[in-house]
């Protein structure tokens, strides 16, 4: 097709869509104001499901499920043409002691998911480590964690490697350029860049852009904060989740605990009180973490969203222009659904699943 496609924004969004489009269209340009997936998409954990799958609209559920069956073959691919490994960790997931275990086990009957309710002794049995106490667990198998921070670094190689698509980091854009109602392209603070299609995917900044056009789109920052420990390889054989913190294990034994759930704007500063709050739950979750030292703490941006349902295809009123943003605490679960239900709807293609719920018509203000 031939085509120019700026896209704003190069979280794993951006990238992903970026990596789809370059096979259908004839150049993509990625801008970042800063370097490319060093935000939101760099600071999560990974996990490759929503956090408690049954409290979501079947929208989040039907990106949710195409992305969870096409990660593995996503992470061989761009490790066999870029040699980073997206390490895409099968552990299974723990849900100890939860309030909604009912209505859990109700969707996975629904969904034919693979969860179930086990006796907590076989939890424990399965993952010695888990601190004393539970009564109760659930168990969903096949559940993986990307390491975020490999899957952005490798999504960029891939992305250098191909002749019809530029990276411009440090570039920052601050509006949309317009033609008798059409947007042409992006301003940048080197000028204007042109476009046939401008696709925002800037994160949780992706509000503020829109707004530049007089359009309200209620994606706005949540801060998560996170920390991280450093055990042997074998230390935890499964992610585990209990009132709401969880601990992720990475193949190298690193352990993730997360997170904050916080409203602060755009500060994305680490707090003293939120390493002690993450601290303490790793603790009661795993005690042996009592010994082990904390190796990194960080927080990012969300791109909250209502519902966290994502806003994907084309801005009404604003011939092209197209949203594939507001995804909220599960954007790196979502990415593979969402950027190509995205690029299916920009190139015309059949769309893998009914785009209908992420339409920005309707949902802008
Ligand atoms: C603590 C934490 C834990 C999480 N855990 C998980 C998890 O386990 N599983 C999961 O699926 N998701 C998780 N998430 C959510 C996930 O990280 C996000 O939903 C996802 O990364 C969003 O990707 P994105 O590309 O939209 O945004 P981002 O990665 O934030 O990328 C947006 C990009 O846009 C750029 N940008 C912004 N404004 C401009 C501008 N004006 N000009 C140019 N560039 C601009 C930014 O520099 C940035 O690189 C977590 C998030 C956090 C913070």
Redesign the pocket.
């Known amino acids: 097709m031939s085509k120019h496609v700026v896209i704003?924004?190069?979280?794993?969004?951006?990238l992903l869509t970026a990596f789809n489009l370059a096979a259908k269209v004839d150049r993509v340009v990625v801008?970042?104001?800063?370097e490319?997936?060093?935000?939101?998409?760099w600071?999560?954990?990974?996990?490759v499901s929503p956090l408690y799958p049954w409290r979501y609209s079947p929208a989040v559920t039907a990106l949710a499920h195409w992305s969870q069956d096409f990660y593995p073959q996503l992470g061989e691919r761009l490790f066999a043409s870029t040699g980073v490994d997206p390490e895409v960790h099968t552990t299974g997931l723990y849900w100890l002691d939860l309030d909604d275990e009912a209505q859990a086990l109700a969707w996975a009957a629904r969904e034919q998911r693979p969860l179930s309710a086990v006796d907590i002794s076989a939890a424990y049995d399965a993952v010695p480590v888990i601190g004393p106490g539970f009564q109760r667990a659930i168990y969903m198998a096949g559940v993986a964690n990307v390491r975020n921070p490999r899957l952005v670094k490798s999504l960029k190689a891939a992305l250098l490697a191909l002749p019809n698509v530029s990276l411009r980091e440090h570039?920052?854009?601050?509006g949309f350029a317009q033609e008798g109602g059409r947007v042409t392209g992006v301003l940048t603070n080197e000028g204007v860049l042109s476009a046939d299609e401008v696709v925002l995917?800037?994160?949780?900044?992706s509000g503020e852009?829109l707004r530049t056009l007089g359009l309200e789109l209620p994606v706005e920052p949540v801060k998560?904060?996170?920390i991280l420990f450093k055990c042997d390889a074998d230390f935890l054989p499964s992610m585990v989740l209990a009132k709401g913190r969880y601990a992720i294990p990475r193949r190298d034994g690193h352990i993730l605990v997360?997170?904050t759930l916080e409203h602060e704007g755009f500060d994305k500063t680490p707090t003293e009180a939120a390493l002690q709050s993450l601290r303490a739950s790793a603790i009661e979750l795993l005690p042996q973490l009592k010994d082990a030292p904390v190796v990194g703490h960080w927080a990012?941006?969300?791109?909250g969203s209502p519902e966290g349902i994502p806003y994907i295809g084309p801005v009404p009123g604003h011939a092209g222009l197209w949203l594939n943003?507001g995804?909220?605490?599960?954007?790196?679960?979502?990415a593979p659904a969402s950027c190509q239900l995205f690029t299916d709807l920009l190139t015309g293609a059949e769309p893998i699943i009914d785009p209908a719920p992420y339409a920005p018509a309707g949902r802008l203000g």
């Not at 995917?201 to 900044?205: D, E, K, L, R, Y």
């Open positions: 704003v924004g190069g979280g794993v969004i951006g801008c970042d104001q800063g490319v997936g060093r935000e939101s998409s600071a999560g954990g990974g996990i570039c920052q854009i601050s995917s800037a994160g949780a900044w852009l998560g904060q996170m997360g997170s990012g941006l969300r791109p943003c995804h909220y605490r599960n954007g790196l679960v979502l």
